[in-house]
């Protein structure tokens, strides 16, 4: 990321504010929360991927019989 450097406009309190917003910005694991950060980014399937899913499963058990 490219940042506008303008001379002596960027003061101290400036850049420590910039550090501060860019490392909020990353997710941090929480005491409260125990959750693996690959299962906080799972994808929640849609309805329509349930549907699916489920007449697959249902196809599936027709055609054993």
């Known amino acids: ?3 506008l450097v303008v001379g ?3 003061t101290l309190k400036y850049n420590e504010w910039w550090v501060r917003r860019i490392n ?3 997710p941090k ?3 409260g929360n125990s959750q ?3 299962e906080h ?3 929640v399937p849609s309805e329509l991927e349930i549907i699916r899913q489920d007449f697959e499963r ?3 058990e027709l ?3």
Do not use: F, G, I, K
Request: charged residues 35%; hydrophobic residues 25%.
């Open 36 to 38: 693996s950060l690959e």
């Open 29 to 31: 694991p929480s005491q």
């Open 1 to 3: 990321m490219n940042r």
């Open 8 to 10: 002596p406009m960027t």
């Open 63 to 65: 055609e054993r019989r």
């Open 24 to 26: 909020d910005n990353s």
């Open 58 to 60: 249902r196809n599936a």
């Open 41 to 43: 980014l799972r994808v």
